[in-house]
């Protein structure tokens, strides 16, 4: 017989309604006066034709017909582009929200970490807080004495333990966050992409105890853009568009590449500014492209070819902490390697100004294999602050490489690994 799923998802759907305001003319006070007695009229004379005014609502489902279950000890990655229902699943399984169509059937208790600051009181303290959430998930006073200390030193707050988390950074409110969730010993966690927030050393501890808790019997749901993250760390990988399960699967590197090839369909070597959404004082990107310094700077590049990445952006205010550069990944998600305009010696950055600025860099040549590949643009106030995180939503090109390895007459084919550096070899006597 087999085992009961820990989590049974059928024919689930989230809706939503809508209001556009209709635009209007100016009016002058004396007509809206004079229309709002008119309403009043027709109200009292007909109630049940009372209706927003200016209004006209639309449908809009953030997830339709979704089915999945999960067996106990699951470590499941969820992928998809901004707007595909990723956190509205999540918000349904957490029961934070309820389903306008199907059923969701969970065994256990749940602990999830949707958006920074969720299941805390901000009057209260770390350590009230912290009593609180395990009361919330059914755990006895004595359970959550027994993993409170590992819950501090993991969130690395003793020393604001008895102040009221209203006053915590984003990063205590996050480390404290999440340390609860994972501590506290729930059969089913369940993570947004909420782990941004820390820092680089705190993104590895949590990353850490996710692989420590999925090694057990717990069933683990993680929504990351971090393809990194969900190769190493998830066993099964669902993928969803326009609120609609698209792709699931055990191969977890097959989804991703999924979700890449779909994605490199919409974009091209060239990134060109829409909006102000990656804007901030110090960078402003307006155009990231890729291309050879060959075949009309069109895709396949040969991989002993110039190719050359591209960095047009604007300055409204100079910082010397600001890092701009790229991060380069395989189609399975796999990042190769980072590259910033502060990686030589001080002395041989270029020179940054207010204003207009292009930045060029040259891959390595021949250190690639044949393949396709994206490029994100990435950027920081050094360790200060993230401008555009790598593995987030951030500005991205996609290139292919043809087979041109070496001189060698053995090597003109692709070879099985990622990279596929010529080296050079001696006799040594």
């Not at 919409?266 to 060959?294: H, I, M, Y």
Request: aromatic share 8%; charged share 25%; with cysteine.
């Amino acid at each position: 017989m087999p085992p009961t799923p820990i989590i049974s998802v059928r024919s689930l759907g989230k809706r939503y309604l809508l209001r556009h305001e209709k635009q209007e003319r100016y009016v002058a006070l004396r007509d809206v006066l004079a229309e709002g007695l008119k309403n009043l009229g027709r109200t009292l004379l007909h109630p049940s034709k009372i209706r927003l005014k200016g209004s006209s609502p639309e449908e809009y489902w953030a997830l339709k017909d979704v089915s999945f279950e999960l067996e106990e000890g699951a470590r499941v990655g969820i992928i998809g582009r901004n707007g595909a229902g990723k956190s509205t699943l999540l918000k349904l399984l957490s029961r934070v929200t309820e389903p306008t169509t199907g059923s969701i059937s969970l065994r256990g208790r749940v602990a999830s970490l949707l958006e920074v600051g969720s299941g805390f009181h901000p009057e209260l303290t770390g350590r009230e807080n912290i009593l609180l959430n395990g009361v919330i998930l059914g755990m006895t006073r004595a359970e959550v004495r027994r993993a409170f200390d590992a819950i501090v030193d993991f969130a690395e707050i003793e020393r604001f333990l008895d102040t009221p988390v209203k006053r915590y950074s984003s990063g205590m409110y996050m480390r404290l966050a999440f340390s609860v969730a994972a501590h506290l010993e729930p059969d089913i966690l369940i993570v947004d992409e909420v782990l941004a927030v820390g820092d680089v050393e705190f993104q590895k501890k949590c990353m850490g105890k996710m692989q420590e808790v999925g090694r057990g019997t717990r069933t683990v749901i993680f929504v990351s853009h971090n393809f990194g993250a969900i190769s190493s760390l998830c066993s099964e990988c669902i993928r969803l568009d326009k609120g609609r399960i698209v792709q699931a699967s055990k191969d977890v590197a097959a989804v991703i590449r999924g979700y890449l090839e779909e994605t490199r369909g919409e974009e091209a070597t060239v990134w060109k500014r829409v909006d102000d959404r990656f804007a901030s004082p110090w960078f402003s990107p307006v155009q990231f492209s890729v291309f050879g310094l060959r075949n009309n700077k069109l895709p396949p590049f040969e991989n002993d070819e110039e190719i050359v990445v591209e960095i047009e952006a604007e300055i409204a205010q100079l910082d010397p902490a600001l890092t701009v550069g790229y991060a380069i990944y395989s189609m399975d998600g796999v990042c190769l390697y980072w590259s910033y305009q502060t990686d030589a010696a001080p002395l041989s950055w270029p020179q940054l100004k207010v204003g207009r600025n292009v930045l060029r860099s040259k891959l390595p040549r021949r250190l690639l294999n044949e393949g396709s590949y994206r490029i994100e643009l990435i950027g920081s106030l050094h360790f200060r602050t993230w401008l555009l995180e790598p593995g987030k939503d951030v500005p991205t090109v996609f290139f292919s490489v043809s087979s041109v390895h070496s001189e060698s007459p053995y090597w003109k084919v692709r070879r099985p690994t990622l990279l596929a550096p010529p080296t050079t070899w001696e006799t040594s006597s």
